[in-house]
T-cell receptor, first 112, second 112 residues
Framework: DGGITQSPKYLFRKEGQNVTLSCEQN?????MYWYRQDPGQGLRLIYY???????QKGDIAEGYSVSREKKESFPLTVTSAQKNPTAFYLC???????????FGNGTRLTVT | GQQLNQSPQSMFIQEGEDVSMNCTSS?????WLWYKQDPGEGPVLLIA?????ELTSNGRLTAQFGITRKDSFLNISASIPSDVGIYFC????????????FGTGTLLAVQP
């Protein structure tokens, strides 16, 4: 079955630690995205990548970093510089152009 | 970051009732998408709209792309308990980036 896999489902970290969230897709999609979701808010774009070895900042990129070394993979690192990292993180992918985004099932990160 | 105005924020209805929700924006969009999100899961695409004035159905769901390209609505007819969840609209600005702008979501609760 084709799809987007995010792991782990739940992640707990101490404040001051960097943490990397995994996102893998086997849909052969060119573009991949990371969104953050907080209660009562819509999804906010962190980073996106339209092609391997290239990515752009979204609306809330500060405190995050990404890499796109392979078409299938787009890991997100939440750094200690992110002031409020506790949130639900969603990865998505799409073909080029105007095709809709397809989402993974998310990773809930809790930082204490 | 830009977000769409989505209303209502929440709806509590009886099984069998019809539901209507809408999104408005100050920006013109090339594409409107409607997603449903179950608790702890990623959003799932319900309907995609690509042309101003387009009216599209998916089972009991009907969505329309507003003529002005600044709004869209979603109707659910004869609601059932499994319709419970958060519904998001998303507008796509078009161009090369394929970025989506999300609404703040409508929480739907259906009482059997």
């Amino acid at each position: 079955d084709g799809g987007i896999t995010q792991s782990p489902k739940y992640l707990f970290r101490k404040e001051g630690q960097n943490v990397t969230l995994s996102c893998e897709q086997n849909l052969n999609h060119d573009a991949m995205y990371w969104y953050r979701q907080d209660p009562g808010q819509g999804l906010r774009l962190i980073y996106y990548s339209q092609i391997v070895n290239d990515f752009q900042k979204g609306d809330i990129a500060e405190g995050y970093s990404v890499s796109r070394e392979k078409k299938e993979s787009f890991p997100l690192t939440v750094t200690s510089a992110q002031k409020n990292p506790t949130a639900f993180y969603l990865c998505a992918s799409s073909m080029e152009g105007t095709s809709p985004l397809h989402f993974g099932n998310g990773t809930r990160l809790t930082v204490t | 970051g830009q977000q769409l105005n989505q209303s209502p924020q929440s709806m509590f209805i009886q099984e069998g009732e019809d539901v209507s929700m809408n999104c408005t924006s100050s920006s013109i969009f090339n594409t409107w998408l409607w997603y449903k999100q179950d608790p702890g899961e990623g959003p799932v695409l319900l309907i995609a709209l690509y042309k101003a004035g387009e009216l599209t159905s998916n089972g009991r769901l009907t969505a329309q792309f507003g003529i002005t390209r600044k709004d869209s609505f979603l109707n659910i007819s004869a609601s059932i308990p499994s319709d419970v969840g958060i519904y998001f609209c998303a507008g796509q600005l078009g161009g090369a980036t394929n970025k989506l702008i999300f609404g703040t979501g409508t929480l739907l609760a259906v009482q059997p």
